[in-house]
């Protein structure tokens, strides 16, 4: 028995190693809580996350969008925003969704905030908007998959993008 825990330990230890900021942690919990709804109900779910008042790191109620947007509340008063957070809903071939769109950038770079996204094969993505770089945080299945989700025919998913790499990946 205690082997089997050793190994359902070091198992999960890989992706809870990637969240020491506390941000990054606070994402990943966000997302993981909306990402089987945002999956079944085919929409996105967003938020933020900020500090409140009292200086304490916290994620804002997730809102449901639509299959392809999603339009975040406002942080209460006196809230800090220091990111967003968005799932990409339901796997489709229509969308390339398993990276940042380039809205999900330009919105973070309008705002200057960092922005989270969780796709339907479950990664996670942050975009840093000052360095204009979006990187994985964890890879396939690290979030809750979408079963209908499969790679095969779709573009590779390199582990971080440039702002112009992004953008050429979809023809801007």
């Known amino acids: 028995m205690r082997i089997y825990l050793a190994i359902l330990l070091l198992l999960a230890a890989p992706a809870m190693a990637q969240h020491k900021n506390p941000v990054h942690a606070l994402a990943f919990q966000a997302l993981k809580d909306i990402q089987q709804r945002s999956v079944e109900e085919s929409r996105e779910y967003c938020g933020y996350i900020a500090y409140d008042t009292d200086g304490v790191l916290r994620a804002t109620r997730a809102a449901p969008g639509t299959h392809a947007s999603c339009l975040i509340k406002n942080a209460p008063d006196g809230w800090t925003v220091v990111a967003s957070y968005h799932s990409h809903g339901a ?40 360095r204009r770089v979006a990187q994985q945080l964890c890879g396939l299945g690290c979030l809750y998959q979408d079963p209908a989700f499969t790679a095969r025919g779709s573009r590779s998913v390199p582990e971080r993008y440039t702002l112009d790499q992004l953008l050429n990946r979809f023809g801007e």
């Open 91 to 130: 796997w489709t071939q229509e969308y390339d969704d398993e990276v940042p769109s380039p809205i999900d950038v330009y919105s973070d770079m309008d705002s200057q905030t960092d922005g989270y996204v969780g796709t339907p094969g479950g990664r996670i993505w942050v975009f840093d908007w000052r």
